[in-house]
């Protein structure tokens, strides 16, 4: 079965500093990646995805994620965090159903605190 | 809409109470999501719905859970019996098929 692992549940960086969001995942076959943010009250906004391809992949505000597939990771880095930035991250991987649509399987997230 | 919609926003329910969750997906959005996230977790699937027709619904934790999509546009996620297990935050999403899906801001449930 799929699973997703995110080992940290907070971290805290100062603003300006860099920022790398661990994620390791579970899946059989090459997987479909995606790291989503979660502010306070908000719902779930897409910040990339990864489904083939370049394993580097760009995304908004600034972020971008590198799919290992050798250590089954796709981690999550900025390289200048801002305040704003402060939030909870979630990693997922998709589980295909045979209609070619797919469901998240979520980590339990890390939770971000930037200081200023 | 330009967004998923989620009402009501919070709802405070007591145990043994029912309770329905309403979802207004993005406009021509085929597949329609509901998802659960408890305190501190990441969100789990619940159900999904193409259109009208309910595919998989092997993430609803009981048969107190049923939710609806009659004419494959608004949904509702009915829970029968509230218990306080069943506090969380109730999300729902939408996508055009094959693709990633859009995030309503969710629907807070406390059972007291």
């Known amino acids: 079965a799929q699973s997703v692992t995110q080992p940290d549940i907070h971290i805290t960086v100062s603003e300006g500093a860099s920022l790398e969001l661990r994620c390791n995942y579970s899946?059989?076959?090459?997987?479909?990646l995606f790291w989503y943010v979660q502010s306070p009250g908000q719902g779930l906004q897409l910040l990339l995805k990864?489904?083939?391809?370049?394993?580097l992949v760009q995304g908004i505000k600034g972020f971008e994620a590198e799919f290992k597939r050798s250590q089954s990771s796709f981690n999550l880095r900025k390289p200048s965090v801002h305040w704003s930035d402060a939030a909870e991250y979630f990693c997922a991987v998709a589980h295909l159903f045979t209609s070619g649509t797919y469901k998240y399987i979520f980590g339990t997230g890390t939770r971000l605190k930037v200081l200023a | 809409g330009a967004g998923v919609s989620q009402s009501p926003r919070y709802k405070v329910a007591k145990r043994g109470q029912d309770v329905a969750l309403r979802c207004d997906p993005i406009s021509g959005h085929v597949s329609l999501f509901w998802y659960q996230q408890a305190l501190g977790q990441g969100p789990e699937f619940l159900t999904y719905?193409?259109?009208?027709?309910?595919?998989?619904k092997s993430g609803l934790p009981s048969d107190r859970f049923f939710a609806e999509r009659p004419e494959g546009s608004v949904s509702t996620l009915k829970i029968q019996r509230t218990q306080q297990e069943d506090s969380a935050v109730y999300l729902c999403?939408?996508?055009?098929?094959?693709?990633?899906?859009?995030f309503g801001q969710g629907t807070r449930l406390t059972v007291v």
């Open positions: 899946y059989g076959a090459t997987p479909y």
């Open positions: 990864y489904f083939s391809g370049d394993t």
């Open positions: 999403a939408s996508s055009i098929e094959n693709t990633e899906a859009f």
């Open positions: 719905f193409q259109n009208e027709a309910q595919l998989d």
